[in-house]
């Protein structure tokens, strides 16, 4: 057993495919930066995780003048608030957190917007006069997460339930509306030609939001 | 039970098919819950997960009956999963003491048989002890407007209700998201590829955009 054992070794060593010290002659053919970056790309593909990017980006952009947007025939003024999570294929940075009340706005962040990277994560505020809702979003899936909802004004339990489940619904519809305008837009012609050049100049600083 | 109180955290979909699921049709409703109604472990049974659907407000209960399912325009029930977790260290720890105690009585070691039989014997008393872990996943389906909430933030417990709710009421649901709605929408794939001066995306692979 042990000789034959012995033959396989050298039989590998003669083909080349082992050194002196048994081990595999083999280079590992994929550096770490490698991987990294076809996990990024795999993430990016998934379920077209791009669009829910490129929605994240564009509303990013629409929001920072604090105007409100017309979302279902109702004037809601959009702000992201608090931790932003950027992803992107390219350069030496495939993730970067922006902390900070005023981060996600912070020409830090359009710095990197402007090398590639895309809000993958981050979270919303929505007003609608003196409501205010809160919730985090994620690119991929746009799960509503950790929300906050504007205080309660029923007192019965099962009031209570109901308009807590109206508050929930309509933060998703406030979602959904941002969704539905972005789609409008992005399968337009209008989106290449004037909303992608108009948010390379906001990213290079050259124009407000 | 999220949906009372706690953190507001849900995944949110848009049912398909049934486009309009009938609020007067009880029965309907109860029976297809019934189908997947969650039942305890069996102490004495060698199951260690048990999952199905629970009231809202008694995870206990699985009567489903029209007063505890119905609240306004929506249908509210649970998706309990209950796993009783023996731990292995303690296990390991039993069995050494065990071996220990053998080695004593009997001048030997124990045989591979002698101490798989035993290894299984204190694995079932320590599942008999352990106390189940209990989650609760609630679901709110709006019939009106067919759109559906899981509330809970683990995607691999969103695509367990995901695949009940199917089973269940052989529903069809699509993700409230760009890429998913952009498909319902008719929107051309071509229209949809990723923002070259965005994302730096070059290339799709087939079937992705």
Redesign the interface.
Known sequence: MARREAARAEARFMRGETGVDGQSTAEETKDAAEVEKDQAREQLLRGRTWLGRELLTWVLWQSEPGNPLELDGEPVTVLFTGRTVLRGLHGEVVELSAKGALAPYSVQVKRALEDGLLVHACRLRFTVGDRSWEAGLDAEHLDVKSAKLPELLTEEEDDRLTERLDLAEQLSGFVDALVGRFLALRASKAWGREAVPAMRRWMEGREAG | MP??RG??????FKVISPARAPREKHGWFQKALETHAFAPIERKGDEDRAEGFVEVEDNDATDFSAAAIF??P?VLFGFRVDQIKVSTGRAREELQKWVASFERENGRKPGRAERAEQKGAIRHQLRARATPTTRVHDV?W?LE?G?L?VWS?S?KAIGEVLAALEDAFELKLV????????AQ?G??DE??S??R?????LE??HG??
């Open positions: 949906i009372l953190s507001v955290t849900f995944a949110r609240h306004g929506r709110a709006n407007t759109h909430q933030g995607r993700p409230l998201i760009p890429g998913a709605l952009a929408q929107v051309k229209a949809l990723p923002t001066e965005l994302s730096g995306l799709v692979p992705e955009a």
